[in-house]
T-cell receptor, first 112, second 115 residues
């Protein structure tokens, strides 16, 4: 158990809908990363937050957004969902921005 | 930009066989290098890491050496077990100025070990 908790584990939704994925980092970790794992793109970095502030952005679509709350948990919001958004979404946390990252078990999103 | 290339799978081996999964990288500066493992239905787990040239990371019988001259970080294990069946990802993290510091992954290599 990495100490990073992601909910829900599975999510099935229709095209055009909006969903929110939640991540609780390890106790005390200030940095949260979101990654997308899909068959065609592999593991792609989406976005990083550090202590509530956006620190880095990767290949995140404009339809996607994220935030980190004062209690350090993070949410990834995916809107206007398309079939191609079906993927496994991972959250990772680390104590500092450059420290080792620990991954959650992921949320498997299926868009139908 | 920075990138990681690892050998395509799947790799199928018999128990107790020798394993090598090749990984090469492209990066400026001195990135840290990692191997992550993903067991079926689970998240990513850090298997081993190396933070500077000539460092050897090791864990659970797996080893990898950071070779700056060949920009490689090949994963090896002398005798694989059925329980090693998983997908293995090579990754780098670059902390140099101007880098985002996130992990950059290879596409993964699926290993199946037969009894």
């Amino acid at each position: 158990d990495s100490g990073v908790t992601q909910t829900p584990k599975h999510l099935i939704t229709a095209t055009g809908q909006r969903v929110t994925l939640r991540c609780s980092p390890r106790s005390g970790d200030l940095s949260v990363y979101w990654y997308q794992q899909s068959l065609d793109q592999g593991l792609q970095f989406l976005i990083q937050y550090y202590n509530g502030e956006e620190r880095a952005k990767g290949n995140i679509l404009e339809r996607f957004s994220a935030q980190q709350f004062p209690d350090l948990h993070s949410e990834l919001n995916l809107s206007s969902l398309e079939l191609g958004d079906s993927a496994l979404y991972f959250c990772a946390s680390s104590a500092r921005a450059e420290a080792e990252a620990f991954f959650g078990q992921g949320t498997r999103l299926t868009v139908v | 930009g920075d990138s990681v290339t690892q050998m395509e799978g799947p790799v199928t081996l018999s128990e107790e066989a020798f394993l090598t999964i090749n990984c090469t990288y492209t990066a400026t500066g001195y990135p840290s290098l990692f191997w992550y493992v993903q067991y079926p239905g689970e998240g990513l787990q850090l298997l081993l890491k190396a933070t500077k040239a000539d460092d050897k990371g090791s864990n659970k019988g797996f080893e990898a050496t950071y070779r700056k001259e060949t920009t490689s970080f090949h994963l090896e294990k002398g005798s694989v077990q059925v329980s090693d069946s998983a997908v293995y990802f090579c990754a780098l993290q670059n902390f140099k100025r101007g880098s985002q510091g996130n992990l950059i992954f290879g596409k993964g290599t699926k290993l199946s070990v037969k009894p």
